[in-house]
DNA sequence: TTGAAAGCGCTAACAG
DNA sequence: CTGTTAGCGCTTTCAA
């Protein structure tokens, strides 16, 4: 690695030489401050032009203090997840909600210690004016790292019950009450449930949504009517095996995930369970891939352009209030009603 | 946005002060230059400690015209196709060939005119050492925009057969050649193919492949044993249908891509066809998805980590030896046989 | 409305 | 081996 060509970029100095005028005015006219006489502007711009001058961004967040550019972190070890839908969703949600600012979106994968320490390395250094986190799991250190250092950080949901930094999160529980509420009105009693993995707060909520749904309909909740999954489509269709075959009496399953909802569906199929007839399915939707289930599925569905817009918005008030230790939005989820669930 | 808290972070400086040594010693003993003593460097690293400094980097890309930083541009307007493992599979290639660097990789989505005119303005800005980009199209300009600048920039797969940038690829037609020569041995005569998207090198080439080994062995190709897809499952087993409705005497199918080849062993069996027995299939693997496809599937696997490793060479390459135009590199493929096809 | 000047924090030469 | 110095290119006062 070797410096580039060195003079072969233009600089405000030059462009300032060629139109005439000082760098102070070249500045202000890049930055479309007020205050330049329209006749200036337009002899900088033309020299601007000439020369093919564009700013370097180093000089430039060194002397102004700011990087113009968040990362979107996505820490996950196991790396097929990336492919999911739920990721390639919220990247998508956070472009769109920086689409028309000035900020340059930068997707950062730290998978392992060592990328974690580049990673934070690279974050104080100054090259971004703030982090996005999603996918955090219950022990990692990062989002605190880079709080500490007083990076605004915001994550996509917590690690726990009290998360001590900024993020954003879906009512988990309340979407997942609403939706066994949504089978309990059309008649199902026996309601079995497959969770996803219960070391992530995001999985404990659901099922504590489920219990309580079941509770308020004066119906206890049953630990084996419980299985746990992992997010994942095979996991949704082996937990909901196991339900139906210990439980033959259910008449409907709550999926605490989409991908899990369509391995539910599976499953039953596979036993020649009716759906919904013999046995309806609701599940969590995570990616909005409604298209990929069946159209009889009612869901909840997560908010996730809500949630790309309000990180990016938590990220921009942690920038201007750095007083504020950290701030929480819980986004409302929807019950879709599609079919006769 | 503003400010973070001035004077929070220590500078180099400070460090110097309290290490009381001058701020090239301690330049020195953060970039592991030799030539220091070993008992100022532990005097300069507990300051450093002490302090909790943290270089700031945009200072020292101005100064060292370094940015430690490459960029890896996806340009994909239709962002579903983000999702796929040929896209994860490449980051994850590119990242481990530089999980032993200091070189940080940025993933940055150019998905429309507005977000590539950012997204040069942040490469040209110094912000990245060089750029890699991905899935492009053949009338997208921004290869030609980064080169110009005089950025090092690597394309994975080229746009057309004179590319003008230097690229990595895979040897699409002597692969395709290879599976056809496969099915070919096997004693299969009348063998049909599935491509991909003609406007798209990678599928003329794979063509091409398919032809060659047919007229090599003294059939002729036949235009109407060719159906294109789109490099998606649902259009491998639309080809597929097509080519056996038309053509029930096809005894192999090459597919232009795994996923397609999915496809056309779906549309095979929903046909009544057996397989291999019956129809032989064979598809070019862009992704080591093996284990979603099916056992017998013998495939052309294209060597991602390879192709990982080779874009981050030759980006390093381009860096050093500024004087060279382009430079290509074409990677061998390999024939992985697995059951009988 | 504009020019001049003072840094931003670091690297890299150059003296010692 | 180590301190000093001169910038890197830009933003931002401060005068004019």
Known sequence: MVKRQPGTTPTLEEVAALAGVGRGTVSRVINNATGVKESTRRAVQRAIAELGYVPNLAARSLAGRRADAVALAITEKDWRKFGEPFFSEVV??????????????????????????????????????????????????????????GLPTVLLGRRSGDEQVTYVDADNAGGAREAVEHLLRGGRRAIGTVTGPLDMYVAQSRLRGYREALTRAGIAPRAAW?????????????????????????????????????????????????????????????????QHTEPLLTTVRQPLEEIGRAMVRLLLEEMEQPEVAWRHVILRTRLVVRGSA
Chains 1, 2 share one sequence.
């Not at 990328?115 to 250190?141: I, K, N």
């Not at 994942?232 to 399953?253: F, K």
């Open 226 to 290: 419980e299985a746990e999954g992992d997010f994942t489509e095979e996991s949704g269709r082996r937990a909901t095996a196991e339900l139906l075959e210990r439980h033959p009496e259910l008449d409907a399953v709550f999926a605490a995930s989409d991908t899990m909802a369509a391995g539910a569906l599976a499953a039953l199929r596979a036993a020649g369970r009716r759906v919904p007839d013999d046995v309806a399915v609701i599940g969590f939707d995570d990616f909005q891939l409604a």
């Open 92 to 149: 998508r949600a956070v472009g769109d909600a920086l689409a028309d600012t000035s900020v340059q979106l930068l997707l950062t994968l730290v998978r392992s210690d060592a990328e974690r320490t580049r990673f934070v390395e690279y974050a104080r250094g100054g090259r971004v004016d703030g982090v996005l986190l999603m996918s955090v799991h219950a022990e990692d250190p990062l989002p605190d790292m880079l709080a500490d250092a």
